[in-house]
């Protein structure tokens, strides 16, 4: 089945500075990567999600890319805010409806 | 308010008795899963349905039950036969099996002792 790498498991950044997450993926036929987060005690809610007809997208601060050559995709997070400390979770699916999830990557905004 | 409700939010049982978990959504949505999450790891997929009537086993359904009745309802069982069953557990929905986002509860943590 799919195995999902992401790196790393921890990312303490300086408030404003940018926030990069990396995550790869082994099944070529995967098509779907979604990203979550997920606050203190709370389930993951989606923040971004890409498919593999394209190569990036971007919404507001938060942009993810897919390089399907090499099998990996990002989560960029620019101006980080404290609010953007959580769990972050990267997702694949080759049918959408199964999605194999990364470990996490624990973001920690310092003010 | 639209979503998925989750109870209760901490639970504790002894070794060897089963405990079900409830999952509720008042989203109109055709497919429920459950999750596992255990420190350090992502999510793990339990069950899932699709309609109501009908589930399948996901990555890691030995020693879990579920039954789905009710469009609203999937609860799960964690019986005797699972041996870690100390964990979070995460039940999500989305509109119909493929192609959309999956929306999370806010999880119940259940503590064997």
């Known amino acids: 089945g799919e195995n999902v790498e992401q790196h790393p498991s921890t990312l303490s950044v300086q408030e404003g500075d940018s926030a990069v997450i990396k995550c790869t993926y082994s099944?070529?036929?995967?098509?779907?990567f979604p990203w979550y987060k997920q606050e203190l005690g709370k389930g993951p809610q989606l923040i971004i999600d890409i498919r593999s007809n394209v190569g990036e997208k971007k919404d507001q601060r938060i942009a993810v890319t897919l390089n399907k050559t090499a099998k990996h995709f990002s989560l960029h997070i620019t101006e980080t805010q404290p609010e953007d400390s959580a769990v972050y979770f990267c997702a694949a699916s080759i049918d959408d409806y199964k999605l194999s999830f990364g470990a996490g990557t624990t973001v920690t905004v310092r003010a | 308010d639209g979503g998925i409700t989750q109870s209760p939010k901490y639970l504790f049982r002894k070794e060897g008795q089963n405990v079900t978990l409830s999952c509720e959504q008042n989203?109109?949505?055709?497919?429920m899963y459950w999750y596992r999450q255990d420190p350090g790891q992502g999510l793990r997929l339990i069950y899932y349905?699709?309609?109501?009537?009908?589930?399948q086993k996901g990555d890691i359904a030995e020693g879990y039950s579920v039954s789905r009745e009710k469009k609203e309802s999937f609860p799960l069982t964690v019986t005797s036969a699972q041996k870690n069953p100390t964990a979070f557990y995460l039940c999500?929905?989305?509109?119909?099996?493929?192609?959309?986002?999956?929306?999370f509860g806010p999880g119940t943590r259940l503590t064997v002792l």
């Open positions: 349905s699709q309609i109501v009537n009908d589930f």
């Open positions: 099944d070529s036929a995967s098509n779907y």
């Open positions: 989203l109109n949505h055709d497919a």
């Open positions: 999500a929905s989305t509109p119909t099996l493929m192609g959309n986002e999956q929306f």
